[in-house]
């Protein structure tokens, strides 16, 4: 597969990352490309999947009556499981922030 990251073999220029990747009206608008803050979204991710886990957890073991919260806690942890993943992914494949 060969996305155009390795020509040459060089890599620099993903490594700084790609100007205006996620930025589709960066173009229209001529605003400055933003470059993604990966390591605080892993933070909050992390923040997120822990409380959300141990709160729904706790609620549905501990709290019947808020059962249904509990349970819908727990499906936010979840989803935050997968963003941490996929946001270790994209910082261990070298993008910045």
């Known amino acids: 597969m060969n996305d155009g990251t390795e020509e040459n073999g060089d890599r ?13 009206l960066g173009r229209v608008t001529g605003a400055p490309p933003a470059l993604s803050a990966l390591t605080l979204r892993l933070w909050l991710a992390g923040f997120g999947m822990l409380f959300c886990l141990v709160s729904g957890a706790l609620l549905v073991g501990y709290l ?13 942890g979840v989803i935050a499981v997968i963003d ?7 910082k261990r494949r070298g993008e910045p922030g």
């Open 64 to 76: 019947p009556p808020l059962a249904w919260f509990g349970w819908l806690l727990i499906a936010l």
């Open 84 to 90: 941490f993943a996929w946001v270790a992914h994209r």
């Open 12 to 24: 620099t220029r993903y490594e700084k990352g790609l100007p205006g990747y996620h930025d589709f």
